[in-house]
């Protein structure tokens, strides 16, 4: 799991919404994979998005102050640090 997703699992909970509802917002289409059925459907309404939208906020500021520390050649060495480490994930 990335340091981003890990941030944003913490903005959802910070913000009150499960992992389950969040899911059926972001990934309708992938719910089944997660166990769940369309019966398993939460209320989603304008205010669950606008709680997704908040969490996605709080998402970015969370790794905007971790990665703010950095000056332009520290972040390009994160990233090709971060490209290296997928490319050897990803390369069978």
């Known amino acids: 799991m990335s340091f981003r997703s890990s941030a944003h699992l913490l903005a959802l909970h ?10 059926f917002v ?3 289409s992938d719910i089944a994979m ?3 059925s369309e019966s398993d459907a939460p209320e989603i309404d304008e ?15 969370i790794v905007a102050t ?11 060495a994160l990233m ?13």
């Open 14 to 23: 910070a913000v009150g919404i499960d992992s389950k509802t969040a899911h």
């Open 34 to 36: 997660f166990g769940w």
């Open 26 to 28: 972001k990934r309708p």
């Open 66 to 76: 971790a990665s703010g520390v950095l000056d332009q050649s520290g972040r390009d």
């Open 80 to 92: 090709a640090g971060l490209l290296s480490l997928d490319a050897a994930l990803t390369t069978p």
């Open 47 to 61: 205010a669950t998005h606008q709680l997704m939208r908040d969490a996605e906020a709080l998402t970015d500021r």
